[in-house]
């Protein structure tokens, strides 16, 4: 089983910062892309930013150039720095990963999984 624990998340004023981690653990083989997606109230969760294994970037057209996602595969975690923060980024913020586990000897599973949301408020 794979656990990932999202923290970093609070109240910030617009035009502030805030940096999200997400950490996963459990019986890791290895970790494929990662990626950050967010939820507005009476919205649909939609793509953030993404970064695969080898450590390239896709982001969101709202958040280009105001955040940046990148990873420690020693520590199996993702981060989302988040700059000029706009009341249109509050949200729930989860990670994603693509987690490849070990089951028993040789056999190994690939799925995604989730973290429980942090939340992000930009508000004066």
């Known amino acids: 089983q794979v656990q990932l624990v999202e923290s970093g998340g609070g109240l910030v004023q617009p035009g502030g910062s805030l940096r999200l981690s997400c950490a996963a653990s459990?019986?890791?083989?290895?970790?494929?892309?990662m990626d950050w997606y967010r939820q507005a109230p009476g919205k649909q969760r939609e793509s953030v930013a993404a970064?695969?294994?080898?450590?390239?970037?896709n982001y969101a057209d709202s958040v280009k150039g105001r955040f940046t996602i990148s990873r420690d595969n020693a520590k199996n975690t993702v981060y989302l720095q988040m700059n000029s923060l706009k009341p249109e980024d509050t949200a729930v913020y989860y990670c994603?990963?693509?987690?490849?586990?070990?089951?028993?000897?040789?056999?190994?599973?690939?799925?995604?999984?989730w973290g429980q949301g942090t939340q992000v408020t930009v508000s004066s």
């Open positions: 994603n990963a693509d987690v490849t586990t070990v089951v028993s000897g040789t056999l190994k599973v690939r799925r995604g999984y």
């Open positions: 459990g019986s890791i083989s290895s970790i494929n892309a």
């Open positions: 970064i695969t294994s080898g450590g390239s970037t």
